[in-house]
């Protein structure tokens, strides 16, 4: 069965990277969630995607400008006017805490490829060993050195180069650096590419699949797993497939 990730948690509808986006996900039935990370001033590993607080909260300037407590205070949920309720930019400690309390998959996305954040990598994989999550984690980057030196430190933790542009046979590259599975962006994940790698043991998870026709495509495929901003869209679809 095809997986369904919720980007940035149920970001359709709720603030992307919040816990109540990724707890909505859960409610909605999704398998997993995917989040990004980066460090603060005093080396706290926040979920927050852009380098810059700026789209997403009522802040200005860049993550790693502010201390973690600084970054407690802005308003997670201000772009969606429409909650009335604060909402704080998450730890990852918040988030694994979340994570015992249910069988949520998480693709954590290592977001060091603007500023190479200092042993960002050590302190992910120090915390999921912490929460015996190592088996429940998938650790994916644009940045492949990051993923390869994530594989020599923990080779127990899935990892996943994300790519936007065509790889050749990409299951041999994934492979090559000690991946398990690939996260393409979805117009490049064509179908062959897909069994191709899935019959040489790589998984696909493509990324950020929104429109009806490329979750079918993808379902038919037998994809691995897909990530989605609408995962109740995708659980519905999917429901013609099982």
Not at 81 to 99: A, H
Not at 101 to 118: A, D, M, R, S, V
Not at 214 to 239: N, Q, W, Y
């Amino acid at each position: 069965m095809t997986l369904i990730f919720a980007h940035r948690g149920y970001s359709h509808l709720f603030p992307e990277n919040t816990m109540k986006a990724f707890k909505e996900a859960e409610y909605a039935g999704s398998d997993g969630i995917e989040l990004d990370v980066q460090l603060t001033k005093d080396g706290e590993i926040v979920v927050i995607h852009d380098e810059k607080v700026d789209r997403t909260t009522n802040g200005k300037g860049f993550v790693k400008d502010f201390t973690f407590n600084e970054l407690r205070k802005l308003d997670a949920s201000y772009p969606k006017k429409t909650f009335l309720k604060k909402e704080p930019i998450p730890s990852l400690y918040e988030v694994l805490e979340w994570m015992k309390t249910n069988h949520i998959i998480c693709n954590i996305e290592l977001k060091n490829g603007i500023f190479p954040y200092e042993g960002m990598e050590e302190k992910v994989i120090a915390l999921i060993r912490a929460y015996n999550m190592t088996d429940r984690v998938v650790l994916s980057s644009f940045n492949h050195y990051s993923i390869v030196n994530c594989y020599r430190m923990a080779p127990e933790i899935e990892t996943a180069p994300l790519f936007s542009e065509g790889l050749y046979m990409p299951w041999i590259y994934a492979e090559s650096i000690g991946a398990k599975s690939i996260h393409p962006k979805y117009t490049i994940a064509k179908t062959e590419l897909i069994k191709a790698s899935m019959e040489y043991g790589i998984a696909v998870r493509p990324y950020t699949v929104n429109k009806e026709n490329t979750m079918h495509r993808l379902f038919s495929a037998g994809c691995s797993a897909f990530i989605t901003d609408d995962p109740v869209k995708a659980i519905k679809i999917r429901e013609q497939y099982c």
